[in-house]
T-cell receptor, first 111, second 114 residues
């Protein structure tokens, strides 16, 4: 969507390797989020950020870490990827009018 | 803690029929409520949202939803289904001005037959 991009769009990685997903915004919004989407579970919050260096855990944070050193970038790291982390990952920003805009997603496969 | 329940993981309607997707929420503070649509292999698109004010909210593509505080519901409706409405629909809640993250329901897949 306009103003928010995720990279990579697709990734296949091996079990046990670290993986970093990037979310980049161009509109200087304070709040950013990482979700994962799995069939039958909807979207579940992994981590979120309310400013540079200010982050907090969501519902399913185990095995994930995040960093936000600049307003525009919010990184999600899988410290040691497992097959259970195969999923589609979405980044989101919250706009001033409480509209949440989502990126196009990253499809991650852990083999 | 907030939560969202979407009744029915799969709803099937005929083209031209009424679409009704049910959403109930739990929130300890006045909620902000949202409906998103996701087409296959795509991201999430906002259909409509309720923050404050009028409880009947109109969105894109002819959809609307009504916030009923007494029933803790925010059901999504469309008077006449179109084949292009076939998609997955997600209801979500946030804690209004006090909160940040959206909490999602598990989704409802809408099928439309001709």
């Amino acid at each position: 969507d306009a103003g928010i991009t995720q990279s990579p769009r697709h990734k296949v990685t091996e079990t046990g390797t670290p993986v970093t997903l990037r979310c980049h915004q161009t509109e200087n919004h304070r709040y950013m989020y990482w979700y994962r989407q799995d069939p039958g579970h909807g979207l579940r919050l992994i981590h979120y950020s309310y400013g540079v260096k200010d982050t907090d855990k969501g519902e399913v944070s185990d095995g994930y870490s995040v960093s936000r050193s600049k307003t525009e970038d919010f990184l999600l790291t899988l410290e040691s990827a497992t097959s259970s982390q195969t999923s589609v990952y979405f980044c989101a920003i919250r706009r001033d009018n409480y509209g949440y805009t989502f990126g196009s997603g990253t499809r991650l496969t852990v083999v | 803690a907030q939560s969202v329940t979407q009744l029915g993981s799969h709803v099937s309607v005929s083209e031209g029929a009424l679409v009704l997707l049910r959403c109930n929420y739990s929130s300890s503070v006045p909620p902000y409520l949202f409906w998103y649509v996701q087409y296959p292999n795509q991201g999430l698109q906002l259909l409509l949202k309720y923050t404050t004010g009028a409880t009947l909210v109109k969105g894109i593509n002819g959809f609307e939803a009504e916030f009923k505080k007494s029933e803790t519901s925010f059901h999504l409706t469309k008077p006449s289904a179109h084949m292009s409405d076939a998609a997955e629909y997600f209801c979500a809640v946030s804690e209004g001005q006090a909160g940040t993250a959206l909490i999602f329901g598990k989704g409802t897949t809408l099928s439309v037959s001709s």
